[in-house]
């Protein structure tokens, strides 16, 4: 397999969710612009991620995927299958009861992320819709955890425009309809969200059934029973207990900075939320391909006891990281103003909210090596099943990122939580890659300076040419001609990957320098 084109084909189907979600959020900036309505669907909306990032793509599947790959490696498909069983046994029967309190202390949980909202009754409602969400993603990172495995990285890659297209029929058709009965709009939104969770589950089912390892759940007590006493399913448990702490921590700062940012008056919430959507494009682009990637191939590289291996591939991560995290980083902090106005500055979004947007988008932009580099990194850790090393890291970075948000917040505002997550990955991956190297785990190959400086003169050439073309055009002004912002924005920003490759190219980098085969 050439892990070059399969990290390639993650990132394209990425790229076309990111955009389908971009299009997703200029429709509900255009139509709610960064009011207390859109704080109150954001924070409601954030309660079922956090729980899919704290257990379905986090600590779920950071103890499964690295314990399937290695089963599957040691004992063959039969095994591997009674471990698939079991864990979605025990994985449906603990997402009920988890939907049940969910929808019950909505109140409870609401409050706890944003007490201060203006519109906390509505939070509540939405959040008590969407809810049942976290089950159905909870199913497909099981799914995609399996497909991965075996090398079926497209199906898992594209089932997010699901979800995005369901809410850009929601914003589209549904919201004016809501109005029309007299039910807040926004409430659409939340509709769309729980369509959207169904019908990605929809779409990983054939695609189990096609591989032969479609789950089979038990339903009755007795079967439970059976799945719980399965020794693979405490062997999952086991490395939850410390990735959950570990993925705790990160969604505490998460939850911290929501609580924090509802405090800041309506529509801080908000703008965090439209840049957090615009950093999501390199991270997803790049950190979670590079991840999902290379983390089956880490386990099954230490299963066969292979160090040259397992260095090799984080050397090649790493540098792809640099390759392409760099220049994506130094456009943010240069460029953030055009993109935040082509994207965004429509309807009921105001010139004063693309400027609140832009700022926090340069916060979080200063971190985003980090963040990128910490989906590569992460998995050297997982794939040895150690999950300890990385909890402890990330409870530091927690107390940093608050001690900074101390700082920063009084000074900058809402800007001061994004610089806070930004530093707080910088430190985190930084740390990351520091104890891999201690550890003998991670050797650097020969030709890093030199690389590093071929990439750096790319990307600073890159930035002079975005710092002039941000300059030179009022591109707040040119909201009168959508057209003509659109296209300019796309001219230069094809304009500066044709630059920056180019420069790399005269530096001698070569693309099939990351061609890898494993």
Known sequence: MNLLKAASTVSLFTLASRITGLARELLIASAFGASAATDAFNVAFRIPNLLRRLFAEGAFSQAFVPLLAATRAKEGDEVTQSLIDAVATVLVWALLVTCV??????????????????????????????????????????????????????????????????????????????????????????????????????????????????????????????????????????????????????????????????????????????????????????????????????????????AAAYSALLDWGLRLVLLLALPCAAALLVFAHPLVATLYHYGAFAANDVQQTVVALMGYGIGLMGL??????????????????????????????????????????????????????????????????????????AGWLAFFLRVLFATLLLAAALSWVAQALDWTGLRAQPGLRVALLAAVLGGAAVLYFGALVLCGIRPRQFVRRV
Request: proline share 6%.
């Open 372 to 445: 990128v580099g910490t989906k590569v990194l992460a998995p050297g850790f997982y794939a040895r099943l150690d999950i300890r090393t990385p909890v402890r890291i990330a409870v530091v970075v927690l107390a940093a990122t608050q001690a900074m948000n101390l700082v920063f917040v009084p000074w900058i505002g809402h800007a001061g939580l994004a610089l806070s997550i930004g530093l707080g990955a910088l430190l985190n991956a930084g740390w990351l890659l520091v104890g891999l190297r201690r550890r003998g785990s991670y050797t650097p190959a």
């Open 101 to 306: 309190v969910g929808v019950v202390a909505a109140p409870v949980v609401v409050w706890l992320m944003a007490s201060g909202l203006a519109r906390f009754d509505d939070a509540v409602v939405m959040t008590r819709w969407m809810f049942p969400y976290i089950g159905c993603m909870s199913l497909v990172a099981l799914a995609a955890g399996i497909l991965n495995t075996w090398k079926h990285f497209v199906v898992p890659a594209a089932t997010p425009v699901v979800l995005n297209l369901c809410m850009i029929g929601a914003a589209v058709l549904l919201a004016p309809r809501f109005a029309a009965w007299g039910i807040e709009p926004i409430y659409a939104m939340a509709a769309g969200v729980m369509l959207g969770g169904l019908l990605q589950l929809a779409v990983q089912l054939p695609a189990l059934a096609r591989l032969g390892h479609l789950p089979h759940i038990g339903l009755t007590p007795a079967r439970l029973r059976a799945a719980w006493h399965h020794p693979g399913v405490h062997r999952v448990l086991k490395q939850m207990a410390p990735a959950l702490l570990g993925v705790s921590v990160a969604q505490l700062s998460l939850l911290i900075n929501t609580q924090i940012a509802s405090q800041l008056g309506p529509g801080a919430v908000s703008w965090l939320t439209y840049a957090d959507r615009l950093m999501e494009f390199p991270t997803a682009l790049l950190g979670v391909a590079l991840g999902v990637v290379l983390l089956p191939q880490l386990s099954a590289a230490q299963a066969r006891e292979d």
